[in-house]
């Protein structure tokens, strides 16, 4: 796997922070539908890998009704956050899905394009020990229709992400 752009794939913060760390990363661009009900099985789909191999980015919240410290678990596309799970790895009590809109305006990325790479306030990050199992996974390049394909000991190091089991 080497640097690969493609000329219709814009840079994102994502690819900035590959490219500053000098990673090597693929970039995967593919045509998004704007029906879809699931962004990352939609990407599974439409680059045929299989949905154990692509990540999705979801933030949580520590705190009371979506307040409070947000973080963030990398799960397969394929799984559910385990929120308990999440809330041990974080070394809380409990957790949250945040809101949206916070979310959004944590990251600086959409709903459905969110990467866990070049955010604009990084939070704590969880990747599920499953993208061990792989030697490339696949997270969002930062907007919808776009797919990092990357070692996860890259992602990992490049998010100061702990591992632990938080998908079910």
Known sequence: MSKKKSASAA???ATTVLDRA?????????????AAESFGLEAAEA????????FKTLLVATGASGAGALAVGIVPVNRQLDLKAMANALGVKKVEMADPAAAERRTGYVL???SPLGQRNPSRTI??????DFATVFVSGGHRGLDIELAPRDLQRLTAALIAPIGH
């Open 112 to 114: 459905g394009g969110i």
């Open 47 to 54: 680059l045929g890998v299989a949905p154990e191999r692509v």
């Open 22 to 34: 000098a990673v090597n990363y693929s970039l995967h661009p593919y045509t998004h539908d704007k």
């Open 127 to 132: 990747l599920d020990a499953s993208a061990l």
């Open 11 to 13: 840079s994102t913060p």
